[in-house]
C-alpha cells in the first residue's frame, strides 16, 4: 500500500513537474518543455467501464489519475501522457494541455489520498498496536490491571485477525473474573435474616438446611484469608482486592481489640462492649470473639437492670412486678449467673416478700368484714415489693371506693349543721351514702355522727307524718304530703272565695221547684270560683248534698265511701 501511494505520488509529480531522471519510457531524451499547470479534475470512475480506466500504452489501471484525450478518447497514465502519441498534437501540447484536447483527471487530491492511505496502513497495524499493549502492559507492571485488562480483551476481541495472545489473555481475564465475583460476596453481603417456621415440609427444611449451610460456609473468616492469597498467586490487581484486603486488616485489628476488651473487663463500660459488638457483627462472618463478647454483654446487662431493679435506697421504692422479678431471676440463670450471686439471693428474698404480700391482700380482701386499715398498710407496703399488678389494682380499688364514702360522710355531716336549712344536704343523699355503706360493709370516720343525724331527721319526719294524718306512710313519702296538704291550704284560704249562696254542681240538674232555685240563686253572692265542700275545692267525685244548708260535700272529704250510699239517698 505504501508503495503504491509512493509510485503514485512520483507519477502525479513527474507529469507536473520538470524532471530530468528516468521516466522509464523509451525516449532517448527527456521532455524539457512546458507542463500541466491546471488544476485536476476531481472524477468518480465507478460510472466508467473498466476499459476507459486501463492505459493506452502500458495496459496498466488507471484507477487513481488518468490523463483522457478529447479527440481519440484514449486513456494514459501519467508516466506515458504526453511521452504516447495519442493524437497527431504536438507533444508539447499533449504534456501541456494547452488546447485544452488533454485532460488530467484524479479520482481523490493529494491530501485525501494520504489520509486514506494512512487510515488503511493503521488498520492493518493494529494487530501489532493490540499485541505492543499487551506485551507492555504485562511487562511494565508485576500486577496488571483488571480493569486495563478487560478493556484489551474487548478491543482484542473486536479485531478480525488471527491474535495469538488473545486466547491467554481471555483466560486470564476469566480468573480473575471469577475471584472478582467470589471477592463481591464477601464485600458486599449483609446479614440474612433466620426466620423461623415449623411450617416447611420435607422440601421446605431441605432448602432452609441448604440454605442454612451455604451461609455458615459464607461466614467464615478463613475464606476471606485464601481469597487474598489466591488473587496474590493469580498476580493481578483491581479494586475488590485492595477493599477486601482492608476488611481483612480490620477484621484482625477488631480481633485484637476484642481480646485486650475480654482481658480488662473492668477496665470497659458496658457501652464499650456494646460496640465493640457491633463493630463484629458489621463484618457478616463467625468470629469466636464476638460469641464471648455477647456473652458478656449479655452478663453485663442483666447486672445493670439488676442495680437499676433494686428499690431505691431513699424511700424504697421500686416498679417491677413480681412476673418481672421471676422473669428476671430466669434470665439471669439461662445466662450462666450462678445460684450464688448476690443479686439472685436479693431478687428471690424479694419474690418471697412479694409472695407473702400477695397472700396478705388475698386474705384480707375475701374476708366478710374488710378490715379497711391493715388493707391500707398493705397498699403503701406494695410501693417497695415486687407485687401483682391485678391485685394491687383490686386493692387500690376498695380503698378508693372508702375514701370517697368517707369524703361524702364527711360532706354531709358538715353540710347537715349549716344554720340556713336550705344548704343543708337532702335526706335522699344521705340514703344513698347508707346504702354504699351496707355494699361496703364498714363504717368509716364520721359514719357514726352522720347515723345520729339521719335518725334525728328520720324523727322530725315522723312527727311530721302524726301532724298531718300519715302516721302509717313511709318516711320519703312526707314531702310530697306536705306539697299536697299545702295546696289545699291556699284553696281553702283563697281571699277570693267570698260567702254565696247554695250551688249544684254542674253535672247535676237543677231542683225541681223553681222558688227554690231562685232563692239560692239571690241568696248566692257573686263570687266567681265554682268551688263546694269545707276543702274549697272544685267537683270532684261523688258530691253529697246537706239537708240543711244545701252545701255540696266531696265524699272523699266526709269519709264516706260510694258502696255505703244508697241510689235514693
Known amino acids: 500500500m505504501e508503495r503504491m501511494h509512493e509510485n ?60 483522457v484525450c478529447s479527440k481519440t478518447k484514449k486513456t494514459m497514465c501519467l508516466l506515458h501522457a504526453g511521452h504516447f502519441e495519442c493524437c497527431d498534437a504536438p507533444e508539447s501540447e499533449r504534456y501541456s494541455g494547452n488546447n485544452g484536447e488533454h485532460t488530467l483527471f484524479f479520482k481523490m487530491t493529494d491530501a485525501e489520498l494520504d489520509a486514506t492511505v494512512r487510515k488503511v496502513v493503521d488498520k492493518a497495524n493494529i494487530p501489532e498496536t493490540w499485541a505492543a499493549k499487551v506485551d507492555s502492559e504485562l511487562d511494565d507492571n508485576a500486577k496488571p490491571s483488571l480493569k486495563h485488562l478487560r478493556t484489551l480483551l474487548a478491543e482484542g476481541e473486536k479485531i478480525q485477525y488471527d491474535l495469538p495472545q488473545l486466547p491467554d489473555l481471555r483466560r486470564f481475564v476469566e480468573k480473575c473474573n471469577e475471584w472478582v465475583e467470589e471477592a463481591t460476596v464477601y464485600i458486599t453481603r449483609k446479614q440474612q435474616e433466620r426466620r423461623k417456621s415449623t411450617k416447611f415440609g420435607r422440601k421446605g427444611n431441605s432448602k432452609a438446611a441448604d440454605i442454612e449451610e ?52 473492668r477496665a470497659k463500660t458496658t457501652s464499650d462492649f456494646e460496640e465493640l459488638v457491633e463493630r463484629g457483627k458489621e463484618f457478616h462472618v463467625d468470629m469466636p470473639e464476638i460469641e464471648q463478647l455477647e456473652r458478656l454483654l449479655k452478663r453485663l446487662r442483666w447486672d445493670d437492670q439488676a442495680k437499676a431493679k433494686r428499690p431505691s435506697s431513699d424511700n424504697y421504692e421500686q416498679n417491677s412486678t413480681l412476673s418481672d422479678i421471676e422473669e428476671f431471676i430466669q434470665e439471669g440463670l439461662a445466662i450462666g449467673v450462678p445460684e450464688s450471686n448476690s443479686d439472685i439471693l436479693f431478687f428471690r428474698e424479694h419474690k418471697a416478700q412479694g409472695e407473702l404480700w400477695e397472700q396478705k391482700a388475698l386474705e384480707l380482701m375475701n374476708v366478710e368484714q374488710v378490715h379497711y386499715q391493715q388493707l391500707d398498710a398493705l397498699s403503701r ?48 343523699e344521705v340514703r344513698d351514702v347508707m346504702t354504699t355503706l351496707e355494699e361496703l360493709q364498714s363504717k368509716p370516720t364520721g359514719t357514726i355522727d352522720l347515723e345520729k343525724e339521719q335518725k334525728r331527721h328520720e324523727d322530725w ?41 247554695p250551688v249544684e254542681p254542674s253535672s247535676r240538674a237543677n231542683s225541681p221547684s223553681a222558688d227554690t232555685q231562685v232563692e239560692r240563686m239571690t241568696d248566692g253572692s257573686s263570687s266567681s270560683r265554682d268551688v263546694f265542700c269545707v276543702c274549697r275545692r272544685p267537683e270532684a267525685g261523688m258530691m253529697i248534698e246537706c239537708e240543711l244548708c244545701h252545701e255540696w260535700y266531696h265524699g272523699k272529704c266526709l269519709k264516706i265511701a260510694r258502696g255505703k250510699v244508697k241510689e235514693d239517698d
Open 461 to 501: 319526719m315522723r312527727k311530721g307524718k302524726k301532724l298531718f294524718g300519715k302516721a302509717n306512710a313511709p318516711l320519703h313519702i312526707l314531702a310530697q304530703h306536705m306539697e299536697i296538704v299545702n295546696e289545699r291550704n291556699l284553696a281553702c284560704f283563697d281571699l277570693r272565695d267570698t260567702p254565696r249562696g
Open 214 to 265: 451455604r451461609e455458615k460456609e459464607l461466614r467464615k473468616v478463613e475464606n476471606i484469608i485464601n481469597l487474598l492469597a489466591k488473587a496474590e498467586q493469580i498476580s493481578f490487581d483491581c479494586p475488590e482486592f485492595h477493599t477486601l484486603q482492608e476488611r481483612a486488616d480490620n477484621i484482625k485489628q477488631f480481633q485484637r481489640d476484642a481480646v485486650d476488651a475480654l482481658d480488662n473487663i
Open 381 to 428: 407496703q406494695a410501693i417497695t415489693l415486687p407485687v401483682n399488678a391485678e391485685t394491687l389494682a383490686r386493692v387500690d380499688s376498695i380503698l378508693k371506693k372508702q375514701r370517697e364514702v368517707q369524703d361524702r360522710i364527711i360532706s354531709l355531716y358538715e353540710r347537715s349543721k349549716e344554720t340556713d336549712f336550705r344548704k343543708r344536704p337532702m335526706y335522699k
Open 8 to 67: 503514485e505520488v512520483y507519477a502525479r509529480k513527474h507529469f507536473t513537474q520538470s524532471d530530468n531522471g528516468d521516466t522509464g519510457t523509451a525516449a532517448t531524451e527527456p521532455y524539457i518543455g512546458p507542463r500541466y499547470g491546471k488544476a485536476a479534475e476531481i472524477s468518480d470512475t465507478d460510472h466508467l467501464e473498466e476499459d476507459d480506466l486501463v492505459c493506452t500504452f502500458c495496459k496498466s489501471y488507471c484507477y487513481l489519475s488518468r490523463v
